[in-house]
């Protein structure tokens, strides 16, 4: 047997399928801060949160239901919302989308997308929320509209992003 | 997708226990982050310097993409005005900012004068910046607006210091770390400036609505006496802001004060000066020859 490369065919490497759903998600959630975009109003699509629901979306069973600890830790990091929020509603989503996978015999796009784009719409507004306390409820409400309609319209996009990198993480060699 | 096949461990003991692990985990973890997030809106100095830390990791990529593509920024502001009307308008709105500038640099001059008149003795504060940086990047995806600058405490920012622009205020340090620093921008929803109509002196708050536009309001709520085209200024009530920076510039009536735009808008800004708080230990110290200067800001990229 040829120790030296990879034989043909053969699945791709752990290391692989493990690291790249995590970096995918840990890179849009810092991406932000990495352009040079001074945003007066919440402009750009919560990436980060996108990535992970879609992930768990495609592959269900792939992470521990505990994994929206670590990786919403990464994003309170970088998003600007007090530190806990995405580590508490990420993970009740995780929760959320692991009771729904049980419930929904038989998902489809349009159930996927229902339920990214309705987790989308309430982890923002209550992230808003948690954000400014003392504000009107309203006024901060209106202040994430427009961001959760983009978002709710991307998500197709991000399924299929997610996609490409799932086909690239079970490429065999 | 399909149905997992597999959802129940099925009878292996140590697989049930793993899962059910997994959910306790998850519930108490999802619990403690949402206490977390309270504590650290209760307290937010002892996480931002966790924050700032952080992002000390993307500010170079930051420099590095700010300095290849110039700033992407006001980018919403860009598509507003093509959509609105084109090309014409942006000129227009070029030249009004010209003339909006001289004209605020007018009345506070004005107001500055009405003051010193009347009070003849008027301490004459020191402007000069602390230091001067650019703003690399900001927070764009949730509702705090959190710009990152790109100086820290390498050249002596600190918290609470107010960081203006050309135009005029664009907010004030949140927490600094070594190279780099957070500003809490001027349109937060949590960011309130105490401010003067600069004509006459009116005092009013102005506050953040999140979305780029402020809210003002006077102290005395029985009357409404703005109009489009006021100018505000700081006021230097609160002993934070400096007085006579420009603010904000109303736009319209509202039926419990005003809606105003900020004069300097953070996307469109090149350097941004840090200052010293409006404290009366830095005003007293202002009044005797300064110590040795800074050094020269290095915030070029």
Redesign the interface.
């Known amino acids: 047997m040829n120790q030296k490369g990879p034989r043909l065919g053969e699945p791709a490497s752990l290391w692989r399928m493990r690291v790249i759903p995590i970096a995918s998600v840990m890179f849009a959630s810092?991406l932000?801060?990495?352009?040079?975009?001074?945003?007066?109003?919440?402009?750009?699509?919560?990436?980060?949160l996108l990535f992970f629901l879609c992930w768990q979306?495609?592959r269900?069973?792939m992470w521990?239901?505990?994994i929206?600890?670590p990786l919403?830790?990464w994003d309170?990091?970088?998003?600007?919302?007090?530190?806990?929020?995405?580590?508490?509603?990420w993970?009740?989503a995780?929760?959320a989308i692991a009771y729904s996978?049980?419930r929904?015999?038989?998902?489809g796009f349009f159930h996927?997308w229902a339920i990214a784009a309705l987790l989308v719409a309430i982890i923002q507004s209550l992230?808003?929320l948690?954000?400014?306390?003392?504000?009107e409820p309203g006024?901060?409400l209106a202040?994430?509209l427009p961001?959760i309609i983009i978002s709710a319209l991307l998500v197709p996009l991000f399924m299929r992003l997610t996609g490409k990198f799932d086909n690239f993480r079970l490429k065999r060699r | 997708m399909v149905r997992p096949a597999h959802r129940r461990p099925g009878q292996s003991r140590k697989a049930q226990y793993g899962l059910f692990a997994a959910y306790v985990i998850a519930v108490t973890g999802a619990v403690a982050g949402l206490l977390l997030a309270i504590l650290s809106v209760v307290d937010p100095i002892g996480f931002a310097q966790l924050r700032v830390a952080s992002q000390e990791i993307t500010a170079p990529i930051a420099r590095v993409t700010r300095s290849v593509t110039g700033s992407l920024s006001g980018i919403d502001d860009t598509v507003g005005a093509y959509v609105g009307a084109g090309t014409q308008n942006r000129r227009l709105r070029k030249e009004l900012a010209d003339t909006r500038r001289q004209l605020v640099a007018t009345s506070s001059l004005q107001e500055e004068n009405r003051q010193l008149k009347a009070l003849l003795k008027l301490q004459e504060t020191d402007k000069t910046a602390l230091a001067n940086g650019y703003l690399l990047t900001s927070t764009s995806t949730s509702a705090k607006r959190i710009a990152l600058l790109s100086i820290g405490r390498n050249l002596g920012v600190a918290a609470g210091q107010p960081v203006r622009g050309a135009d005029g205020l664009i907010g004030r340090i949140l927490s600094s770390g070594p190279s780099v620093s957070q500003v809490l921008l001027l349109t937060d929803v949590d960011n309130i400036v105490p401010v003067r109509r600069a004509r006459d002196g009116l005092p009013a708050l102005a506050s953040g609505r999140g979305n780029g536009d402020l809210d003002v309001r006077t102290l005395n709520i029985a009357n409404n006496p703005f109009k489009p085209g006021d100018i505000l200024v700081t006021s230097g009530t609160g002993g934070l802001y400096p007085p006579n920076i420009p603010v904000a510039i109303v736009v319209r009536r509202q039926h419990d004060g005003a809606l105003a735009r900020p004069l300097a808008d953070p996307g469109k800004v090149d350097a941004v000066a840090v200052l010293r708080p409006y404290t009366p230990d830095n005003i007293e110290a202002q009044g005797r020859p300064a110590p040795a200067p800074l050094p020269a800001p290095t915030g070029a990229p």
Do not use: C
Request: zero cysteines; a negative charge; glycine letters at 8%.
């Open positions: 810092a932000p801060l990495m352009l040079p975009l001074i945003a007066n109003s919440p402009v750009l699509p919560p990436l980060g979306l495609l269900s069973e521990p239901v505990w929206g600890l919403g830790l309170d990091l970088f998003s600007g919302a007090p530190i806990g929020t995405a580590v508490g509603l993970t009740l995780s929760i996978s049980q929904i015999y038989w998902r996927d992230a808003a948690i954000t400014h306390p003392q504000a006024k901060v202040l994430v961001q």
